[in-house]
Each structure stands twice: as C-alpha cells, then as structure tokens.
Nanobody, 124 residues
C-alpha cells in the first residue's frame, strides 16, 4: 500500500505563489511516476503536471506552463509543485497521485494511488 499526503495549500492573492508538497509512504518512491491533478468545483479532475520516476521527464498542462514547476526528491520521498503567478482559475483541490507503471506522461486514469487533496484558493 501507498499513502500520499499533500500539504501547502491555502489562500493566496492573484499573482502570488504557493508550493505544494506530497510525501509518499509505503513503497520505493523513485520507481514510480508522480503527478499533480486538480479539481475545481463542479468540474472534472484535470491533469496539471507529471514527473517520471527518475525526474528526467516532466509534462505540464498548457495553462500552467511557465508558471508551475514539478520536482521530486527521491531521497526524501517527496514531490513538489511550485506555483507562481497564480490566477483565480487555478482555484481547486490539488491531488498528488502515483503511477506504479512509471509512464513517461501519465494521466489521471493511469494513476494507482491518490492523496486526499489540498485546497488552493486564489482570490482576485
């Protein structure tokens, strides 16, 4: 079993920054792709960013490119999402997820384990 625990969400003004972190427990972390996904009220869960097990391959949703950066520290079993220049439309619950098959660019339907989410609210 794998447990994923997100932290770092909160309320921020438009143009501000937040850093989300996800700690993984229960497996050899570096073998698995990780991702961040988000779900806004009344909408589906959408892809935000993913990173391969070794950290060499990253992928971003178009609207966050240049603003968000995903990274991982396999020694600490953590994956982070640095979010800059936040916009009100970034408001959502952000979920950390893990893909045991270590796909290069996994999507939500590929992920095997999910955290409980952390709320990010961006005020205008």
């Amino acid at each position: 079993q794998v447990q994923l625990v997100e932290s770092g969400g909160g309320l921020v003004q438009a143009g501000g920054s937040l850093r989300l972190s996800c700690a993984a427990f229960g497996r050899t972390f570096g073998s698995y792709a990780m991702g961040w996904f988000r779900q806004a009220p009344g909408k589906e869960c959408d892809f935000v960013a993913t990173i391969s097990g070794g950290g060499r391959t990253t992928d971003y949703e178009d609207s966050v490119k240049g603003r968000f950066t995903i990274s991982r520290d396999n020694a600490k079993n953590t994956v982070s999402l640095q979010m800059n220049s936040l916009k009100p439309e970034d408001t959502a619950v952000y979920y950390c997820a893990l893909d045991i098959h270590n796909r290069l660019k996994p999507r939500a339907y590929d992920m095997d384990y999910w955290g409980k989410g952390t709320l990010v609210t961006v005020s205008s």
